[in-house]
């Protein structure tokens, strides 16, 4: 009996002592993340696992792109760009009528500005933008900004020197002028290539608008070789959406590799604020300008003496036979011009020069204009609906200019 008592409290002790094991056992093993979430000791830290611990600096983002945000960035080529842009204040004599029916379209239509009452002479100042093209003080402006009857330019550059300028030569066709200051190692915008500026690329307007100089707005270019806007004769604009306010005119277009690709000239608006619809003349054509106002103190263009021409309408493209309205109707010529000795007349459709396709009027005078003088261009013309072929000898502009019954009208 006692030996059976025995082995039953030796029984029930080992399995005791078996629980108590099984039981540490099972917490020990209950708990695996104990010791991932145990840090360790400073003493035990290598400097590898501290390095591995740092968080690392962004990678620097693709040039041109600020880090972290994302967007263009163009701090370098703005700093660098408005040192060569500079104000433009032209002090101009202005005759105004002293007539109290000035301002009356019938009385001036039949009595003229100055018949009865006379005009007094008035200061005007025009202000705006140029752009330094050499070291040595060559600056390029806005025609419109220069004005007419001139007494006095002064130019204001990026460092706060004021110089009185000279005009050189200006081109109202374009509304190009350039002027002349008597500066040595003048910061300069370098010449850019405006033909191979695509829609979507971004540029800079920097300028003086309502006379806050060297201001910088940011766009893209929104359509290149816009016509018929109404801002001058020859018109191949480049268009874009950064900022141009007045007192931009004359002021640079920079594309993101800090060139001169446009002189700034005009906006579209309705109320005469910024709409978002701005114009610059692209700069190769600026470059053609400038070389020839440096070299002969005017731009030499070809000419094909006085001839009027207008854009087609339905209208008159069924009324001469055209089989569109692509093209351009002589509307006015006169006799013993280049044009009428040709064998062109009124009512004559140009739909070609030279193999090119004639889309409208603007593009027609670009052609002439950029003939040269002393050669002969080939026209295909429509007359009463038929084509036909006509060389045309192409003069120069100043030639035709003289002998023209007065001056092209603005369209």
């Known amino acids: 009996m006692l030996r059976r008592l025995f082995m039953s409290v030796v029984l029930v002790g080992a399995g005791l002592a078996a629980g108590v094991v099984m039981t540490t056992r099972l917490r020990s093993a209950g708990n695996p993340r104990a010791e991932e979430l145990t840090l360790p000791a400073p003493a035990r830290q290598t400097p590898r696992s501290v390095a ?74 025009s202000l705006g933008s140029g752009v330094m093209i050499s070291a040595d003080g060559y600056v390029v402006t806005n025609n419109h900004v220069v004005g007419e009857n001139v007494r006095e330019i002064t130019v204001a550059l990026g460092d706060k020197r004021e110089i009185r300028g000279k005009v050189i030569g200006t081109d109202p066709t374009t509304d190009i002028a350039l002027l002349k200051i008597n ?6 915008v370098p010449w850019g290539d405006s033909s191979k500026l695509k829609v979507g690329e971004w540029v800079l307007a920097i300028g003086s608008p309502f006379q806050l100089s060297q201001t910088v707005t940011a766009g893209i270019i929104s359509a290149t070789g816009r016509t018929n806007v109404g ?9 874009t959406d950064a900022a141009i306010n007045p007192g931009n005119s004359g002021g640079a277009l920079i594309n993101t590799r800090g060139e001169l690709v446009g002189i700034n000239t005009g906006i579209f608006s309705e109320s005469g604020g910024y709409q978002g619809i701005g114009f610059a003349v692209p700069s190769n054509l600026v470059f053609k300008v400038v070389s020839d106002l440096m070299k002969y103190g005017e731009v030499r263009r070809g000419s094909v003496g006085y001839l009027r021409v207008e854009k087609l309408t339905d209208e008159l493209a069924r009324e001469f036979g055209a089989p569109n309205t692509n093209g351009a109707v002589i509307s006015r010529m006169v006799r013993g011009s280049e044009a009428y000795d040709a064998g062109l007349r009124p009512g004559d459709v140009i739909v070609e020069f030279d193999k090119q396709k004639v889309d409208d009027p603007s593009q027609f005078f670009r052609f002439v204009a950029d003939a040269k003088v002393g050669s002969t261009a080939s026209l295909r013309v429509l007359r009463s609906g038929k084509p036909m072929d006509v060389k045309l000898p192409i003069v120069s502009s100043a030639v035709a200019a003289a002998s023209a019954p007065g001056a092209r009208p603005r369209r």
Not at 102 to 117: C, I, L, S, T, W
Not at 231 to 239: H, I, N, S, T, W
């Open 231 to 239: 801002l001058a004769d020859y018109e191949d604009f480049v268009q």
């Open 52 to 125: 591995a611990e740092t968080p690392r600096p962004a990678a620097p983002g693709p040039p041109g792109v600020v880090a972290g945000i994302g967007g263009p960035d163009f701090t370098k080529i703005a700093g660098q760009a408005v040192k060569g842009v500079a104000n433009i204040s032209s002090l101009q004599v202005v005759r105004t009528p002293n007539s109290p029916f000035a301002n009356d379209p019938f009385f001036r239509y039949f009595f003229g500005d100055d018949q009865f009452f006379g005009g007094r002479d008035r200061r005007a100042l």
């Open 183 to 188: 500066v040595s190692g003048a910061a300069v």
